[in-house]
């Protein structure tokens, strides 16, 4: 997928041309912008296949940009930041970037990931597709899965959901009662060679909670999560 297009938000001109270049040397095409804003305009009329993003970026800064992509879709996001800090490094990952890269960076380290990343991408999506052919729909008590059509109902009504969360409700609901550690969703969902915290599996399933009122997603304390069964 050296095709893809990958979207670069960052506002120092120079890191940008060097990001721009070595991913143009690795076959990819790029989109790039100084501001938030200028991304959100790109994402509604061209949307890149995997994002690159700075953290300090004038008007809306970068975490609130990927917190708002995150409510729509769950493309690829690697963030770049001059902050170190472990506090922003969580925050990141719990606002739904799959990746943190330290500034200053080897700019063949973040085309290393980007390519690990696209790959990755590309078997979620290829394993969605073999889910799809096995399976027309899920059930357990007012939570009904589509997943043909990938869509959610929950007591009658549709829920929009991302991709991630529609794996997560698709791996607990054909496995009810079934207690699956943090560890293992994260590998499930994200892929086998995702290394971010599995914070990101929490705000997961944070998210879905909020969308689904009643749910019933257990938290099996010190381990993970189990989706207890219930008669429609």
């Not at 001059?82 to 330290?102: I, Q």
């Not at 500034?103 to 390519?115: C, M, Q, T, Y």
């Not at 969703?185 to 060679?193: F, M, N, S």
Request: glycine residues 6%.
């Amino acid at each position: 997928m050296k095709d893809a297009i990958i979207g670069i938000v960052e506002d120092d001109p120079h890191i940008r041309e060097i990001v721009e270049a070595y991913l143009h040397k690795e076959g990819y095409k790029t989109n790039s912008v100084d501001t938030a804003e200028k991304a959100w305009d790109l994402w509604q009329e061209s949307p890149p296949d995997l994002w690159v993003l700075d953290i300090m970026l004038p008007g809306m800064n970068g975490y609130d940009f990927c917190s708002r992509i995150r409510q729509e879709s769950d493309i690829p996001i690697i963030i770049i930041s001059a902050r170190d800090e472990e506090v922003d490094k969580v925050l990141g990952l719990e606002l739904g970037s799959d990746d943190y890269l330290t500034k200053p960076f080897s700019p063949r380290e973040l085309v290393a990931r980007v390519n690990r990343m696209v790959k990755r991408w590309e078997k979620y999506h290829d394993k969605d597709s073999q889910a799809e052919e096995s399976e027309p729909s899920l059930k357990n008590g007012d939570l009904t899965l589509s997943i043909e059509e990938r869509r959610v109902f929950w007591q009658g009504e549709e829920v929009e959901v991302t991709a991630k969360e529609f794996s997560l409700l698709q791996i607990l609901v054909s496995q009810t009662n079934r207690a699956f550690s943090r560890e293992e969703l994260l590998h499930k969902v994200w892929g086998d060679d995702y290394f971010g915290s599995d914070r990101a599996v929490d705000d997961l399933v944070k998210r879905l909670r909020k969308k689904f009122s009643d749910v019933p997603i257990e938290t099996v304390w010190g381990y993970g999560y189990r989706l207890r069964e219930r008669e429609a």
